[in-house]
């Protein structure tokens, strides 16, 4: 959300203020949810792995359910800002960071056809999710029936897309 007199964070936003150009990587990552802790860790630590040249790729992120997020992820560019509270060397600090791996958001409910279209993308090379143990029942065999609403149901319709 945009404060009064805040610019909302966007790529153009962002290439303002730093210099040189952010990272237009390749999308490697396929992450099933947009919850706190994907963003927070794993987005995080490919932020940094990409700041030192260790991975190169951003991340696309799924939306694991009806009423998810993707759409305010998409309206700042997949940037958000991350602050990091803790102890460090026995004091405290807060430091804020924008992420920059989040390349885009995809709602699978709205959008089918772009979210199977990820699977022919011969740059992925990991899925990442946290998405809860409810969501990985043994329906797999009604992958068509169940698509929308199973975890597991939409990791093997995506399988069965990258190898046809």
């Known amino acids: 959300m945009e404060g009064e007199g805040m610019e909302r964070l966007t790529r153009a936003a962002l290439e303002k203020r730093v210099k ?4 237009d990587y390749p999308c490697k990552v396929v ?18 792995m ?14 694991p359910i009806k009423s998810g997020l993707v759409d305010e992820l998409n ?8 602050i990091l509270r803790g102890l460090h ?18 709602n699978p409910y709205e959008n089918y056809d772009k979210y199977l279209e990820l ?25 068509h029936q169940v698509w929308a609403v199973l975890f597991s149901g939409k990791v093997v319709r995506y399988c069965l897309i990258s190898v046809v």
């Open 89 to 106: 060397k026995g004091a405290v600090e807060s430091n804020t960071v924008i992420i920059t791996c989040v390349s885009h958001g995809i």
């Open 50 to 63: 990409n700041e030192r040249g260790l991975f190169c790729g951003k991340v696309v992120v799924v939306q």
């Open 119 to 143: 699977a022919r993308n011969p740059d992925l090379k990991v899925i990442v999710s946290n998405c809860k143990r409810e969501l990985y029942a043994n329906h797999i065999i009604l992958v």
């Open 20 to 23: 040189g150009k952010v990272q």
């Open 75 to 82: 309206k700042q560019d997949g940037l958000y800002t991350l």
């Open 31 to 48: 992450q099933f949810g947009e919850g706190n802790f994907l963003r927070g860790f794993v987005d995080w630590m490919i932020d940094r």
